[in-house]
């Protein structure tokens, strides 16, 4: 490249000290020229900071004054970090040799390109793809998402089977690559998300805007996940229930939005029944929590669920959300969604694989 962009690497801690003594060593191994290593801390209880300024002195750090959740951490952190590129990377994640370069000479190829992500493998089980994004993520017609090498609780193995780049429906925001100009443009995160699905709806704002998000399988990272939030604490079921139906609400078509929520609210009730079912008791009621903070948000009332704000009620520093393309003009790309019900395709037809899918039926 005759002029080499600059890249940002922004690491949001909170009390993960553990995963910056253990992953903070591969990334100040990075090759990327002129490369800016920034941590930003949510207000962490624990060693992290000092252990950052004893140990990495020349590192930069952001601190919060609070902890604002994902979306409002790396918010405000990222309005304090000048560069073209921003890589927002977890604190949980093993990086690999070389692996920004594939990702930025990608993007670079296509001014349309926003946002994307390497290919995300476990870092307990290496040759097995990891839950948070895998080969790249897409999205069916009733809001589920799903990944290549992962559908449900099916992951799968790492054999090659997913070596080739292209556009996807979202990026992992384990490691996501965004161009600054385009996070500029739709507003950064939106902080009513908190956490989890929040670069979903990132990546789906951006492709309404006509902006391509994409997977690049000649980069490998390699990520533990459930660093700060484990699968079984019920406010990630909340958080993931909760935040799917303002994940439509927001991208969808009003009456589009409209039927699918629908839908996904007596879904959701088959779930409820489920974690009764199994004894999950505090996960049925989070799920029962994520469906009246929705609908008192949609009533314009702040709903009490877990401390979180309500969708109508934006944190201090929340800035609008863009739904206008910079030329005036909205050209929607829906590429990566599946046209049909990925429940239906998974559970009813056994169909427990990315490959195993009709392809006819991907946009």
Request: include cysteine; proline fraction near 3%.
């Amino acid at each position: 490249m005759i002029n080499t962009p600059k890249v940002a690497v922004v690491i949001l801690n909170w009390n993960g000290v553990k995963y910056l003594k253990q992953f903070l060593p591969s990334v100040l191994a990075s090759t990327w020229p002129g490369l800016e290593i920034v941590i930003g801390d949510n207000a962490s209880a624990d060693d992290s900071i000092s252990f950052l300024k004893e140990n990495y002195p020349a590192i930069r750090i952001i601190q919060n004054d609070k902890n604002y959740g994902f979306t409002g951490g790396y918010n405000r952190v990222l309005n304090q970090v000048e560069a073209d590129y921003y890589i927002l990377l977890n604190s949980d994640v093993e990086v690999t040799p070389g692996w920004i370069e594939p990702v930025i000479s990608l993007m670079e190829s296509d001014e349309q390109i926003a946002a994307a992500a390497p290919k995300l493998l476990s870092f307990a089980q290496k040759d097995q793809f990891e839950h948070a994004g895998a080969a790249g993520g897409f999205i069916d017609s009733f809001g589920y998402p799903f990944c290549r090498g992962r559908m449900f609780y099916e992951v799968e193995h790492d054999l090659g089977q997913y070596e080739q780049s292209g556009e996807v429906f979202w990026a992992s925001g384990a490691s996501l690559f965004i161009k600054k100009k385009y996070w500029d443009e739709a507003g950064g995160f939106d902080e009513h998300f908190f956490a989890h699905m929040e670069e979903i709806d990132l990546c789906w704002r951006l492709k309404n805007l006509g902006y391509k998000v994409m997977y690049c399988a000649q980069s490998t990272i390699y990520h533990v996940g459930g660093g700060t939030l484990n699968a079984e604490n019920p406010f990630k079921t909340y958080l993931n229930f909760r935040n799917n139906l303002l994940l439509l609400k927001k991208n969808l078509p009003f009456w589009r939005a409209f039927f699918v929520i629908s839908i996904r609210f007596c879904m959701d009730l088959l779930a409820i029944f489920r974690f009764m079912a199994e004894g999950k008791r505090k996960d049925a009621w989070a799920v029962s929590r994520a469906h009246q903070n929705f609908v008192l948000g949609l009533m314009g009332i702040r709903g009490s669920g877990y401390g979180v704000r309500d969708f109508n009620n934006r944190t201090d520093n929340a800035k609008p959300r863009t739904t206008q393309h910079a030329s005036g003009t909205i050209s929607k790309n829906l590429k990566g969604m599946y046209k049909g019900s990925i429940v239906w395709a998974f559970f009813a037809k056994k169909k427990t694989k990315f490959t195993d899918l009709d392809q006819a039926d991907l946009i």
